[in-house]
């Protein structure tokens, strides 16, 4: 597995700062164009990642949401290593200012493990990854609550969730994006963040790389290891959650919720 020395400050700078090019143009946009501000940051964001992956690092191959030509690689199915992108994870809550629950998501997988990555919180001016030297230090795992907290989505919470949550007496909180969701749990504001309504790999995959760098437990929903880098990016389900509770989660989705 060939780790460049300086990948995993990559993936922190260039999450940080697409994420300070999508502030600016947050200001510059007036209330009258909020309704088309998802898709300038869209495609501003993914231009900046794009270009700078293909200056930095011209031999690997990329995978985002907004497109996957690349320079030098564009057939990533031939490249061990391959960046996974999402130039802004929450387009609608990025274009409804002055949410904070939106992201950045700058991966790197190799041969198919999520070894790097970062996820930005532009608007909590916050970039959490697996890099050691980023002056942001490891979340420190707390014990976890009498009622676990779980994060879900505001519109469509799942109902592996909803089944979770009664049989451990938890709590459900709405949220946002995966990536604000992925880092709540990651920050402690949280304890698990289950997904059953699928997802691509863009959309977990930094966020998939941050958790278990912080010793959190990954995993699809039957309790297998994510895999990135397939030729279909589509990912059916996702849990992350505190380690003291994987086995307790895990064994509810396989009963069926009885306890």
């Keep these: 597995m060939k780790i460049e020395l300086d990948d995993h400050l990559l993936a ?6 697409a994420g300070i090019l999508l502030l600016e143009q947050r200001e510059l946009i007036s209330e009258d164009d909020f309704s ?3 898709t300038i940051g869209d495609q501003l964001s993914h231009e900046f990642l794009m270009n700078s992956l293909a200056e ?10 907004e497109g996957t030509a690349h320079s030098v690689h564009p057939n990533r199915s031939e490249n061990d290593r391959v960046w996974i992108i999402d130039p802004v994870d929450g387009t609608r809550e990025y274009g409804d200012p002055p949410r904070t629950d939106w992201a950045v998501h700058v991966a790197l997988a190799i041969n198919g493990v999520p070894v790097i990555g970062a996820v930005a919180l532009p608007a909590l001016n916050l970039t959490l990854s697996t890099s050691t030297d980023t002056g942001q230090s490891k979340t420190s795992l707390t014990s976890v609550p009498e009622s676990p907290r779980l994060v879900i989505s505001r519109s469509r919470p799942p109902k592996e969730a909803e089944m979770v949550c009664q049989a451990l007496s938890g709590e459900m909180i709405e949220m946002g994006s995966a990536g604000a969701k992925a880092m709540a749990v990651v920050r ?7 997904h059953s309504g699928g997802q691509y790999e863009w959309d977990n995959c930094a966020p998939a790389a941050v958790a278990l760098s912080h010793g959190l437990h990954v995993s699809r929903l039957d309790g297998t290891s994510l895999s990135y880098n397939n030729s279909d990016p589509w990912l059916p389900d996702l849990l992350i959650c505190h380690p003291d509770l994987a086995e307790a989660v895990l064994n509810l989705l396989d009963m069926g919720g009885r306890p």
Excluded: K, Q
Excluded at 12 to 17: G, K, N, S, V, Y
Excluded at 56 to 65: G, I, N, T
């Design 12 to 17: 922190a700078d260039l999450a940080t700062r």
């Design 56 to 65: 930095f690092r011209p031999m690997d191959a990329v995978l985002s949401e």
């Design 188 to 194: 402690g504001e949280a304890d698990i963040y289950l």
């Design 36 to 38: 088309n501000l998802g």
